[in-house]
């Protein structure tokens, strides 16, 4: 009940950050947008995403914490004066919930002056559900808005190659998992190779997460 607490008062005042990673374009050698990432109160036990989002999961405000996340994310976003597109992640765990409202995006969009076709909605994996088709249907909910989409690797197997095959996702992504240590690594250097394979076959852009050292990258 005191997390419940302590939550219910980070979300009504507010009390969030957003820091931006950048997405490096090696075609153009420039910046091609930035993704946006959340912390809580650095003095609150739930200053970490993981335990931020643990907790409105369990207590049952995931939506009304994701909305405020993606509100200041927009509000900071344009305040730094960043350019390219704004990479925003969403959970599919909101689309079960009756009461998510519908539109909120957009409206925080239009009181800062951004366009749908400026923004890329990422689906994040943190809380998967066992559905592909409240997965597609989020998917397509937002596309059909105007928004790019972006996933990241759904999963090994028919259901996460299927969901792609129906969506055509504009970016996939490959988690820092792989790309770690991957030039000391010749099974991560072939899933990437994979991936890399299978985002041009569906004409869709490949975003490597954690590149940290010029190994990494060469």
Not at 108 to 129: C, F, G, M, N, T
Not at 133 to 142: D, G, S, T, W
Not at 167 to 196: A, G, L, M, T
């Amino acid at each position: 009940m005191k997390l419940k607490s302590i939550l219910v008062d980070i979300i009504q005042q507010q009390q969030l950050t957003a820091f931006f990673q950048p997405i490096f374009s090696t075609n153009h050698h420039d910046i091609y947008g930035y993704e946006a990432l959340i912390r809580g109160p650095s003095d609150s036990p739930l200053h970490n995403p993981q335990a931020l989002f643990d907790a409105a999961l369990e207590c049952g405000l995931l939506s009304d914490l994701e909305l405020v996340c993606r509100k200041i994310s927009i509000a900071r976003f344009v305040s730094l004066d960043l350019k390219g597109k704004l990479f925003l992640n969403v959970s599919p765990m909101v689309f079960l919930q009756e009461d998510h409202p519908q539109g909120a995006t957009i409206s925080y969009l239009a009181e800062h002056d951004l366009r749908p076709d400026q923004v890329v909605i990422e689906l994040s994996e943190k809380y998967p559900i066992e559905s592909p088709v409240v997965l597609q249907r989020a998917l397509m909910h937002y596309r059909n808005l105007g928004f790019q989409i972006a996933v990241d690797d759904l999963g090994a197997g028919y259901a996460g190659l299927k969901l792609w095959s129906e969506v055509n996702p504009d970016f996939v992504k490959i988690d820092r998992y792989f790309i770690n240590q991957c030039h000391q690594d010749p099974i991560k250097r072939e899933f990437i190779k994979s991936i890399i394979q299978l985002g041009r076959s569906i004409n869709a852009q490949v975003i490597a997460e954690g590149i940290e050292t010029e190994d990494e990258f060469e």
